[in-house]
């Protein structure tokens, strides 16, 4: 009973909307298909952080592999704000398995965009930092679900490695490594 009063249809608030999904992440049983439902509706919500709220919240709730929770998941990886991208990617690390070709095609495609946009600032600029959380997060990431052998992963992460102009030691570092990884995997 208190799953269903949480549930965000309904309420009129901003805050409102963000407490019950929270609280669904919490409370709700993984598989509840009313529960996922509402929150993948709450994905799309206008409200940046009621966006985020949903994306964790499905994390938590959605069964692994759920196609309907995973593409609300995945559309989340391009929103325009960097936390709902951040939780978005944290989502999909509980959502998918090695070899989750949703997951994957989102999280090379949030690299590709964080190319372009690099590209485009001027050349003093830097990536802000939130950004680098979020790039850095897509890394991880990529590095847990990418299978083996997966050439585009090497591919995506040695041009990201030739173009980008961050300073992040830990996320370059990280990116080398799974290089490294995949490469040696991919020439045996």
């Known amino acids: 009973m208190l799953v269903r009063a949480l549930l965000p249809q309904g309420l009129t608030t901003g805050l409102e909307q963000v407490l019950a999904a929270e609280g669904l992440g919490h409370l709700a ?6 529960v996922v439902h509402s929150l993948v509706q709450a994905s799309a919500n206008q409200d940046w952080a009621v966006r985020k709220a949903s994306a964790w919240a499905l994390g938590k709730t959605a069964p692994v592999g759920d196609s309907d929770s995973l593409q609300a998941v995945v559309t989340l990886v391009e929103d325009p704000d960097w936390r709902v991208r951040k939780a978005a990617l944290e989502s999909l690390g ?40 979020v790039q850095r997060t897509a890394v991880e990431l990529l590095g847990r679900l990418a299978q083996r052998g997966d050439h585009r992963v090497v591919t995506a992460l040695q041009r990201y490695l030739d173009t980008t102009r961050t300073r992040d030691m830990h996320l370059l570092d990280s990116v080398q490594e799974i290089v490294r990884q995949f490469s040696i995997t991919t020439i045996s």
């Not at 049983?29 to 009313?34: A, K, V």
């Not at 998918?96 to 690099?118: K, N, Y």
């Open 94 to 133: 509980l959502l998918c398995e090695e070899g989750c070709e949703i997951a994957l095609s989102g999280i090379l495609s949030r690299l590709e965009d964080s190319r372009v946009e690099v590209e485009q600032r001027h050349v003093l600029d830097i990536i802000s930092r939130e950004d680098r959380d």
């Open 29 to 34: 049983r993984r598989g509840d298909e009313e």
